[in-house]
């Protein structure tokens, strides 16, 4: 994997954003929030003109103008170069051709959840299951709000699809743990349920 010069996501959807035409950092993040990039990606917006200066120095956009309307203050205009260019292409690539694994805190707790009992996890793991299955009925509705209502193309709506397909993916897994631990017929169960019952902790079953 490229080591990359700048690797805040927020210089690649910046990067793209500047690829349609030349913008200022305001009418940048105008544009983002528009298109809700930062449901596709953690997005700090208070870091956003830092990270323009961070690509204006390595030469992947430069600016071409300062503009100013009214009494407002001053506005740079910057513009995507050749090897600004390059580096979306090649990160874009990069990203789209290779599989992460990125950790996350659901993941993180599910290697911990022996320490909460059944009980408690089975409580929890319902109120997720209600907060994916709600999700999944927002997302299915706005997609179809998107097509039917607006005609937007497909091309368009790729990464909430995208994220449908992982919640749903995600909620399918949840239902079915907590049907086996309900039932009790998940493995280790009873050492489970002895750990805090004699406070010991579960041994693996052979």
Known sequence: MAKRKVRNL???ALLGVLSERPMHPYEMASVLRERAKDTSMKIQWGSLYTVVQNLEKHEFVRATETTRQGGRPERTVYTITEAGRAELVDWLSELVERPQHEHNSFEAALSLVG??????????LRQR?????????NITRSLRQ???????PRVFLIEAE??????????DY???????ITEGSISGIEGWHAYHRDREAPKAEH
Do not use: G, Q
């Open 129 to 137: 299951l209600w907060t994916l299955d709600a999700d999944v009925d």
């Open 162 to 171: 995208y994220r449908l397909t992982m919640i749903r993916a995600e909620a």
């Open 10 to 12: 927020l210089a690649l």
């Open 146 to 152: 998107m097509v039917e209502e607006f005609n937007f």
């Open 115 to 124: 320490h909460l009992t059944p009980d408690r996890a089975i409580e929890l």
């Open 174 to 180: 949840v239902r079915a743990l907590l049907k086996e």
